[in-house]
């Protein structure tokens, strides 16, 4: 009896063993040498000469700094943390660079931007170096009020950067919020030099970055328009989670420019982006559905769900109920 006990016990304690090293293997690593290189900008982006003008802006003791002054007014947090904050600082300062609005959707980064401001001689040095003037700080960390400006930025950042697992939870859902239908009529119908009038920062290091940027604008809202020919209610192939997002931001555009009232019952089943916690078992900005070559109509309805408390995992686990959970 009494040996049956110990074994039971020691059975028991070797499944807790196991289910602890299943979950922190599954939890992604906040590690500052899992940053992508060059600030995981695409390939063929013609991102260099801006790219250079930032490295060659930003002082690196006038960094380490901020670093810090940052983690000793944040006790809790670690040098990883900052390290990625500020990878995603500098992937802001870039569209800052570009665009003429560019809220700041983040808390976290908003927090390292606000240090650096701290540091008010060296801010100030940075942002006449990089941009030519102040860069004035101008948070927005609930898009509610402004969500069609988040949807720009969120277009724009797919098209520039990697998204990354922590991109999706340092920034919030991307593409959520529908683009504005009279922005993307513009897109559509005006000349490449009055949009980059419009709504970009055109200067010298950026031009054939601005160039790039409304012609791929133009190339998807055409592509949105012989799709909707073929199929009104579009036909488009779920993507990986993470890395180059542009096919994703093509559904964006295709259900802002026709559905736009009804954009998330339509663009929720190609994009059901939760921002993931590195600290939950249920990690990942995730789809609901089949494997990641499934074509899907968008028909409003409730897609194919492969969701289940047996199969919620980091590559497939979403909001699909009690199938995922902390």
């Not at 060059?38 to 013609?46: E, T």
Request: net charge neutral; with cysteine; aromatic share 14%.
């Amino acid at each position: 009896m009494i040996g049956g006990i110990i074994i039971a016990g020691i059975m028991l304690a070797g499944l807790a063993a196991g289910v602890i090293t299943l979950v922190v293997k599954n939890q992604p690593k906040l590690s500052k040498e899992n940053i992508p290189s060059r600030l995981g900008i695409l390939d063929h982006v013609p991102f260099e000469p801006v790219l250079n003008k930032l490295n060659a802006s930003l002082d690196e003791d006038y960094i380490q700094q901020v670093k810090g002054r940052f983690l000793q007014e944040n006790p809790k947090l670690t040098e990883h943390d900052f390290e990625w904050w500020l990878f995603e600082l500098k992937r802001y300062f870039l569209l800052s660079n570009i665009l003429k609005i560019t809220p700041m959707f983040s808390k976290e980064v908003d927090e390292v931007w606000h240090t650096m401001i701290l540091f008010t001689q060296k801010y100030q040095i940075f942002s006449e170096r990089f941009l030519g003037q102040m860069l004035h700080h101008t948070p927005n960390i609930h898009p509610e009020p402004a969500p069609q400006e988040r949807a720009f930025f969120d277009w724009a950042f797919s098209q520039l950067f990697q998204v990354t697992k922590f991109s999706w939870k340092t920034w919030g859902s991307f593409f959520k919020y529908p683009v504005d239908t009279k922005l993307l009529k513009e897109f559509n119908e005006s000349s490449i030099e009055a949009l980059k009038e419009k709504y970009f920062k055109v200067n010298e290091d950026n031009k054939e970055l601005i160039e790039y940027l409304v012609s791929k604008m133009k190339k998807q809202l055409s592509e949105a328009e012989v799709m909707y020919q073929v199929d009104k209610k579009g036909r488009f192939t779920r993507i990986s989670t993470y890395g180059e997002m542009t096919s994703l931001s093509l559904v964006m555009v295709f259900f802002s420019y026709y559905y736009f009232d009804e954009y998330w019952n339509y663009a929720k089943l190609y994009a059901f982006a939760n921002p993931g916690h590195y600290t939950s078992g249920c990690t990942t900005a995730v789809f609901c559905g089949s494997s990641s070559t499934d074509h899907h109509h968008g028909d409003g309805g409730s897609s194919h769900s492969s969701c289940s408390s047996s199969s919620c995992s980091s590559s497939n686990c979403s909001s699909c109920g009690s199938g995922c959970s902390s």
